[in-house]
């Protein structure tokens, strides 16, 4: 029999960790879950807690089950909310697995189901998130022939943007280093390798700061070419027809970092 009593599970925050989360659920009847973990919530500080151990055996069979039940585009749409790093989107994640785990019919489509609409939302704002930082970022070349580019995305999108700049950019060595989440994707002409960088060797190869700057040597075509697309930009645009709230509306401003011509 299923215990209806609150179950409060931490867990590690991969996703490894919480398809654990799912089969410690089934395993022990107990689906009445709040789920918390280390940085994205500080509730098990105060509440008695069940630690659930990543096993990656275990994240396996369940993924596979997942694969029985539903579409490829749904879990599709459940590794993008996963990414967008939110408990609130876990905590869905969680019961949309209990759901379709515990009824006959595919139920990706049942909207009506908080958690399934949930997941579609999450996973709305994520993909919007990764199409932007694939339009809006942009490299700097060093003297050493690598191109640099700083991120700060709302949602944890390298892993998802990693295909289009190695088709796009397959003849350039190039780092895409994401600040906030303190790890970046380096390309080295054949394979792409996920680097983190201690606060010393982020110091000694990049000033973090409002736009992208780098503290080594640029490439001497660079900063001309930075500077020639401001001159452009300047002179193209007609400030007497200038519609900000219009700009802002399709480039918001948090991503103006990224853009030449919004730095000095």
């Given at each position: 029999?299923a215990?209806?009593?609150?179950?409060r599970?931490h867990?590690d925050?991969?996703?490894?960790?919480?398809?654990?989360?799912?089969?410690?659920?089934?395993?022990?009847?107990?689906?009445y879950?709040e789920?918390?973990?280390?940085?994205l919530?500080q509730?098990?500080?105060?509440?008695d807690?069940?630690?659930v151990?990543?096993?990656?055996a275990?994240?396996?069979?369940?993924?596979?089950?997942?694969k029985?039940?539903?579409?490829?585009s749904?879990?599709?749409?459940?590794?993008?909310a996963?990414?967008?790093e939110?408990?609130?989107?876990?905590?869905?994640?969680f019961?949309?697995?209990?759901?379709v785990?515990r009824q006959?019919?595919?139920?990706?489509k049942?909207?009506?189901?908080?958690?399934?609409?949930?997941?579609?939302?999450?996973a709305?704002?994520?993909?919007?998130?990764?199409?932007r930082?694939?339009a809006?970022v942009?490299?700097?070349k060093?003297a050493e022939g690598?191109f640099l580019s700083?991120?700060?995305?709302?949602?944890?999108?390298?892993?998802?943007?990693?295909?289009?700049?190695?088709?796009?950019y397959?003849?350039?060595?190039w780092l895409?280093?994401?600040e906030?989440?303190h790890?970046?994707?380096y390309?080295d002409?054949?394979e792409?390798?996920?680097?983190?960088?201690?606060?010393?060797?982020?110091?000694a190869?990049?000033?973090?700061?409002?736009?992208?700057?780098?503290v080594?040597?640029?490439?001497a075509e660079?900063?001309?070419?930075?500077?020639?697309?401001?001159?452009?930009?300047s002179s193209?645009?007609?400030?007497?027809r200038q519609n900000?709230?219009?700009?802002?509306?399709?480039?918001?401003?948090r991503?103006w970092r990224y853009?030449?011509?919004k730095?000095?």
């Amino acid at each position: 029999m299923a215990s209806l009593a609150l179950q409060r599970y931490h867990f590690d925050g991969s996703m490894s960790g919480l398809l654990c989360c799912v089969f410690r659920a089934f395993q022990f009847k107990q689906f009445y879950v709040e789920l918390c973990h280390q940085g994205l919530s500080q509730s098990h500080l105060f509440e008695d807690f069940i630690d659930v151990p990543s096993d990656e055996a275990k994240a396996q069979r369940v993924w596979d089950a997942l694969k029985q039940k539903v579409s490829a585009s749904a879990l599709r749409q459940l590794y993008f909310a996963y990414l967008s790093e939110s408990i609130d989107a876990h905590q869905h994640l969680f019961h949309y697995c209990i759901y379709v785990f515990r009824q006959q019919s595919q139920v990706e489509k049942d909207y009506s189901h908080p958690s399934v609409l949930a997941i579609a939302q999450w996973a709305k704002k994520v993909g919007r998130e990764k199409h932007r930082m694939e339009a809006f970022v942009r490299f700097k070349k060093t003297a050493e022939g690598l191109f640099l580019s700083l991120i700060q995305p709302d949602f944890n999108v390298l892993p998802l943007i990693q295909p289009h700049f190695k088709r796009r950019y397959q003849d350039q060595r190039w780092l895409i280093y994401d600040e906030k989440r303190h790890y970046g994707l380096y390309y080295d002409l054949q394979e792409i390798h996920e680097v983190s960088l201690c606060a010393k060797e982020i110091d000694a190869h990049i000033a973090i700061g409002s736009s992208q700057h780098f503290v080594v040597a640029l490439d001497a075509e660079e900063m001309l070419y930075d500077q020639l697309w401001k001159d452009y930009f300047s002179s193209i645009n007609i400030q007497a027809r200038q519609n900000i709230k219009l700009h802002v509306q399709y480039v918001p401003k948090r991503y103006w970092r990224y853009l030449n011509e919004k730095t000095i």
